[in-house]
């Protein structure tokens, strides 16, 4: 669940190239280069987040590559390789390898209570990336180009871990503490829809899991 390290070395490693340009120059117009890239860079950050959020409300959810937290979150249970692709619409109806399955009044409403959960959950983690990434930008924006004139460190990837890990906290602690209901909804709908049931891999475990990661991660802050 270390998700702030490799996000904190992949913006190093996309920044290093204005590094080069800037320890080879210490003019404004190289301050102004960089802060055009980070702008750039805060826009785009922007769009692709904005663009997540429209697809998960317009498009169907997917079920098939199941719902998992923790160090066992990519345990594989048996035979579920091998099942066939399952969807929950907008509308509500579950699809099952392309084809609808007949459901009553009852059964639509629970399968739009959990996909409107699981949606609410993927969003907490997109509001928590881009805030995270956002934050990984400002401390580099504030501090790439001294540190660059001056010769690179170590602090700079510190400064820009410590800021991520900041907004990473939060997200994931909100995800942990909406897991139990997500699990209530699942079982509900697992025993009202038979077919439905392949899919319910979320388990009790894996929430224990989840905050076990939480305080494991963030147990120094």
């Known amino acids: 669940m270390n998700a702030s390290k490799p996000l904190a070395l992949a913006l190093l490693a996309a ?25 750039d860079a805060r826009q785009e950050v922007r769009v692709e987040m904005a663009k997540a959020r429209v697809e998960l409300d317009s498009e169907n959810l997917s079920l098939d590559k199941g719902l998992h937290f923790g160090k066992n979150g990519k345990k594989e249970s048996a035979g579920k390789d091998s099942l066939p692709v399952a969807q929950i619409t907008p509308k509500g109806d579950f699809l099952v390898d392309g084809k609808a399955v007949t459901i009553d009044a009852r059964q639509r409403q629970q399968l739009l209570d959990y996909r409107g959960q699981i949606i609410e959950l993927a969003k907490v983690g997109i509001d928590g990336g881009e805030q995270a990434a956002m934050a ?13 004139v001056g010769g690179l460190s170590g602090s700079l990837e510190r400064r820009v871990e410590a800021s991520v890990k900041q907004h990473v906290e939060p997200m994931v602690r909100q995800m942990c503490q909406r897991l139990p209901q997500v699990l209530e909804s699942q079982q509900q709908l697992a025993a009202n829809l038979s077919q439905f049931r392949p899919y319910a891999n979320l388990e009790r475990d894996d929430i224990e899991d989840c905050e076990r990661e939480l305080r494991n991660e963030f147990a120094a802050r």
Request: hydrophobic share 45%.
């Open 136 to 148: 990984a930008l400002d401390a580099t924006d504030v501090s790439l180009f001294s540190l660059i």
């Open 15 to 39: 920044l290093l190239p204005l590094g080069a340009q800037a320890a080879g120059s210490a003019s404004s117009g190289t301050r102004t280069e960089i802060k055009r890239e980070m702008a």
